[in-house]
């Protein structure tokens, strides 16, 4: 495709972008002194309307979803090549899939965990796992669903469906982006799949997983080799750190060092992963041609719900501002 046909599709994410929460909005929330101040915040935002409401229920999660849902059909509707939009919507789909696997296997109902966000419906999706088979979804989305029932029927074990579809999840992307053939799509989602690896490497060591966990979690679509990771996994953070360090993403992991006693951090190593990646959306948005504006508005759209639901977690429950600062992500608004 190329890249002038996005050209009208920019246009409109300029616009969209001119609605993204400023800076300067998120600190006045997060100086305002309780829940309610926060909100009045949001007064002269995209969010206006729900305000009055939140301040009698606080079910800011549904206004949160709510919104994401319908910028997600928004621009399923708009852009000229629909798998872009997938590249971000795909985890709601897999999120999806973890939900309805789990109530084909127990007979349970868990509809209340289900997140109306993808490409697909989920009444598609609930065929798809029923049968096996649909005339709508992509191949990697029943290759997903046959692994796991084939999983299932050989260990019952309901904990793996979350461990076989993450990792099926980061597959099935690079084969999206692979599907888009454009080079900087790719580069972009192998270097989430990296970063991806490094939170999830760091988060299993400072755990004690075993090789075996290492060897099932890990992602081999990324651009690390998969047995340097895995091997890493008997380090300590420290010498993990080290090792890292010597590496392409040397200035991540050197960020996600501790200070006191020089170990890789959990905590740290999630911002740095999330901070980087949003640099790079924000070298993205400046491009004028092609699909990287599209991608970068919808990561950035994706923290500010994120740093709502901070804000908002923070305020209700009277958290330390600096505990809730620490834990915020680069905002892409101005």
């Known amino acids: 495709m190329k890249p002038t046909a996005f050209a009208g599709t920019n246009a409109r994410i300029r616009v969209y972008e001119s609605n993204l929460l400023r800076n300067d909005q998120f600190e006045r929330m997060l100086q305002a002194p309780d829940f309610e101040e926060a909100l009045n915040v949001l007064k002269d935002t995209p969010y206006r309307n729900d305000i009055e409401q939140l301040k009698e229920t606080k079910d800011y999660d549904l206004m949160l979803v709510n919104e994401l849902q319908r910028m997600y059909a928004e621009l399923f509707s708009i852009s000229p090549e629909p798998n872009l939009v997938e590249l971000f919507s795909l985890r ?16 349970n109902d868990f509809t209340t965990m289900l997140i109306p966000i993808g490409k697909n419906s989920i009444s598609t999706l609930r065929q798809a796992v029923e049968t096996s088979r649909s005339d709508d979804l992509d191949q990697e989305y029943l290759t997903s669903i046959l692994e796991v029932k084939t999983d299932y029927e050989d260990y019952s074990n309901i904990q793996s469906i979350d461990i076989i579809l993450d990792r099926r999840y980061f597959t099935h992307l690079k084969q999206l982006a692979i599907k888009i053939e454009d080079p900087k799509v790719l580069e972009l989602i192998v270097l989430y799949i990296d970063l991806n690896n490094l939170s999830t490497l760091t988060r299993a060591i400072s755990q004690k997983r075993s090789r ?7 992602s081999d679509a990324g651009s690390m080799p998969i047995e340097e990771l895995i091997s890493l996994g008997s380090e300590s953070l420290e010498e993990a750190g080290k090792k890292l360090a010597e590496g392409k993403y040397r200035e991540i992991v050197t960020a996600s060092i501790r200070s006191d006693n020089q170990e890789l951090s959990p905590v740290k190593i999630d911002l740095a992963t999330d901070d980087a990646f949003m640099e790079k959306m924000k070298d993205a948005k400046l491009e004028v041609f092609g699909p990287m504006p599209l991608l970068a508005y919808i990561y950035a759209k994706e923290n500010e719900v994120k740093n709502l639901r901070l804000v908002l977690v923070g305020k209700e429950n009277k958290l330390p501002l600096e505990e809730v600062t620490e834990r915020m992500r680069i905002n892409y608004g101005s």
């Open 212 to 218: 075996n966990f290492l060897t099932t979690i890990l």
């Open 92 to 107: 709601y789909s897999y999120h999806n899939l973890k939900v309805l696997l789990k109530e084909y296997f127990t007979k």
